[in-house]
């Protein structure tokens, strides 16, 4: 009888899929204790047991690595606390919320920037506090966004995804609905119809933006259960984190964002990686994350380019951190960078 493939939950589960080194044994013991654990099995299956540094491995297999914290790392990288006035809400900036109803995903990033929040033991927003946090974008007429994240909220039923979307239907102001998720590529088959249906809702305009770092995540799977939003007219774009040994070199970075283009999904985000506990070896410099920009500018389709982005810590919001190809010489008025480094200019306005 075949057994269905399970996520890999627990260190055995990893120990019976050759995932772990028995060298770092005791170190992951102290990784599992402090950091979830998930890897489905559509993630399993792309994993390169005879590479060991696989991409994919390097985004879900725990790492001793993980236990080594820097001093200007912190368990609230991005600052939700100073901006949620009540629980399942950041409200950050004025047109637009957090609205983050679960704290389980299907599987468990090792550089999530919500690692010290999420988990499988991490308790759900009750019903009161819904019922709150509904009340709260009902009272804000400046909320013309809600961003439904977590953890994921597409691990959450359609019956319970389809109660949520009909009340903020029902709130006139909110016109945008953006749901952010790694669901399709982790966990494709969750993306059922009901899921769709219940994501769409009359006179708003839904996004679904897909938490994606390598290509190979892209499966055909994958592929078909974003062709499902987009197809029932739900627009898809991309958030990926930049990752030391993913994704930080031009090819690797500009073969992720030329997949999801021909998925018709619109690269959107790539995030420096925030300052979460243990997670240094996986971030990268932001010198280095320019010079990957650059490169992505120079050889690939002006489609293919997303906007890096680092959130300041403390909570202080996204900022634009991307190359610069402009600067201003009094004399000649803009100098501006072309895609291959010569430099030119451009007369002042008269
Ligand atoms: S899916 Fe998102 S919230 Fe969940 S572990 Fe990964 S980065 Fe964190």
Not at 142 to 163: A, F, N, Y
Not at 279 to 291: D, K, N, P, V
Request: aromatic share 6%; glycine share 6%; proline share 8%.
């Amino acid at each position: 009888m075949n057994v269905a493939p399970k996520t890999l939950r627990q260190l055995s589960d990893l120990d019976a899929a050759g995932l772990t080194d028995n060298e770092q044994r005791t170190a992951l013991e102290q990784v599992a204790a402090q950091y979830a654990i998930a890897i489905t099995p559509a993630m399993e299956s792309l994993i390169d047991r005879t590479d060991p540094n696989d991409p994919i491995a390097r985004q879900f297999v725990p790492s001793a690595a993980e236990l080594t914290t820097t001093p200007q790392e912190r368990a609230d990288p991005i600052g939700d606390d100073a901006h949620s006035p009540l629980p399942g809400i950041v409200h950050r900036y004025p047109d637009r919320v957090l609205l983050k109803l679960t704290h389980v995903c299907a599987v468990y990033c090792r550089f999530c920037f919500r690692r010290e929040m999420v988990g499988p033991g991490a308790e759900p927003l009750t019903a009161e506090q819904l019922d709150a946090a509904i009340e709260y974008i009902a009272s804000h007429p400046e909320i013309w966004e809600v961003i439904l994240t977590g953890g994921d909220p597409l691990v959450l039923s359609p019956r319970r995804i389809k109660d949520v979307m009909a009340r903020l239907a029902a709130i006139d102001h909110v016109k945008v609905v953006r749901v952010h998720t790694r669901v399709p590529v982790a966990e494709p088959s969750r993306t059922v119809p009901a899921l769709v249906k219940a994501l769409k809702i009359k006179r708003k305009a839904t996004y679904v933006v897909l938490h994606v770092n390598h290509a190979r995540e892209l499966t055909d799977a994958a592929r078909e259960a974003c062709d499902r939003f987009i197809d029932a007219g739900i627009p898809m774009l991309s958030q990926s984190v930049l990752l030391k040994g993913v994704n930080d070199d031009p090819q690797t970075l500009g073969a992720l964002m030329r997949a999801l283009v021909e998925c018709r999904i619109k690269p959107y985000y790539l995030h420096h990686g925030d300052l979460a506990p243990g997670t240094s070896h996986l971030r990268t410099s932001i010198e280095h994350g320019q010079a990957l920009m650059r490169a992505l500018r120079g050889r690939f389709s002006g489609l293919c380019q997303p906007e890096y982005v680092l959130d300041i810590p403390g909570g202080h919001g996204k900022s634009p951190i991307g190359p610069n190809y402009l600067s201003k010489n009094d004399s000649e008025g803009w100098r501006v960078e072309d895609f291959n480094g010569a430099s030119h200019c451009y007369p002042p306005k008269t």
